[in-house]
């Protein structure tokens, strides 16, 4: 019988209970009763390719559980593509999906009173949702990530999805042959797994590594590999013994288990959604975690790793340099991880980092030495200043500069940006500004990629500026500013912008100013009004009323 408070009464109520005749009607025995009762909340469709390789998964952490004396009850959780989504009205259901999960894992945990839960996830949203889910059932949890997706090749070119979106651009802007451009969009995304750099999905996973949720070495792993199938049953396995235990999640998600995901995103230079995801994970934990507290991290951890958006490599040349142990044990004996925090395993980090190499291997170029590290450090700048006064998050790495004082180009839509950036009405030395696509404003704060994608496709990457008070893909780069809090829709300062008005970005003094004095401000303001909602029924509506901002996670829950 499991080991713990919980874990008896359900068990125990089972037992006496008249419902134990629809456990039969499942092939429960009588034996049964007495074994600890694991979900496992499977994130398999045939939507997207990030998901659709995930059956494997499940059934080998199922007949796992079921070797090692529990019994398990799959149930199912959404996702939206992202990448799918990108550039329609679909792409603002995809954050909202991240609530839709988390209250699917807590629902069916709690409603079902289920003694531990593996999730099992591949697309963007799928691993936050699953983590706050996890964190608010608070049973012995697991995550397992379905695995990347390999790289797709074009005339001897590693290819990933965004390569795809900034050959938009570059065809539109005429720079780019049809032919090429048909060849990198079928050849793109040769497998299944999730986008191959380290973009929002790679980032989450390989920092549920350093949480200490999911197993050492699992996240960069490539989803057609036998060895995803092996390690997912291994999860399975030390999952049972968690639950055996009594290990839960917030006897690990911590305030420093939390510092020591965000290091290692800072060090592999992974997606500013990580800064959205962090803040509800630690809300759902119960732990204090600001915006602030990511700029504190970032002075302090160099960027050890050459990976794509803004770098060279796939998560898969991640994986065969050493992955996330390698990156972790550099933290770890330069002193900027906590190693007394537990993992899902009952050992502590160091513990479990302590058969890894110090240093990485010199056959290869994808993790450096501290000493020679790629930024002295992180890419997640936070920046405030009278156009974000609570805050925005800036990606700074891969641009030869960091600072931009432009005038203004003013969209209240991201199709209206889209084609002025393909039209050519956009110039080097300005700064687009993407407003009303917030929390509540888009509403579900939508990302910006294909604008983004068009501005690097048309080689404008690094010499226009974007601001928006939505959000961006893990596999963005540029002179980009995301987040800006408080949003156009709560009458934050960028809905009071103009046409022309001067801007400066500028990440090196972690600013967002509007150069507009502030008696024109308080005019501008007076005369504002707040827009209708665009919903006011259904998910969208729903989240649209109850969703915080920017700065505290954009969670519901």
Known sequence: MPNNDRSRHITEG???SPNRAMFYALGYEEGDFDKPIIGIANGHSTITPCNSGLQKLVDAAAAAIKEEGANSQTFGVPTISDGMAMGTEGMKYSLVSREVIADCVELSVQGQWMDGVLVVGGCDKNLPGGMMGMLRANVPSIYVYGGTIKPGRWKGEDLSIVS??????AFMAGTMSEEDFKGIERNACPTTGSCGGMYTANTMAGSFEALGMSLLGSSSMANPDEEK?????????????AVRSGLKPKDIVTRQSIENAVALVMATGGSTNAVLHYLAIARAAGVKWELDDFERVRQQIPIVCDLKPSGRFMAVDLHRAGGVPQVLKMLLDAGKLHGDCLTITGRTLAQELEQVPSTPSPNQEVITSWDTALYPEGHLAILKGNLAEQGAVAKITGLSKASLKGPARVFNDEQSALDAILGDEISAGDIVVLRYLGPRGGPGMPEMLSPTSALVGRGLGESVGLITDGRFSGGTWGLVVGHVAPEAFEGGTIALVQEGDLITIDADARLLQLEVGDEELQRRRAAWRQ?????????LGKYAQLSRPANQGASTG
Do not use: C, N, W
Not at 164 to 169: K, T
Not at 231 to 240: E, G, K
Not at 531 to 537: F, G, L, S
């Open 164 to 169: 795809a979106f900034e050959a938009v651009g």
């Open 531 to 539: 827009p209708a909602p665009k919903y006011t029924q259904g998910v």
């Open 229 to 241: 199938v092996a390690s997912a049953d291994q999860s399975a396995r030390t999952l049972v013994s």
């Open 14 to 16: 089972i037992a006496r």
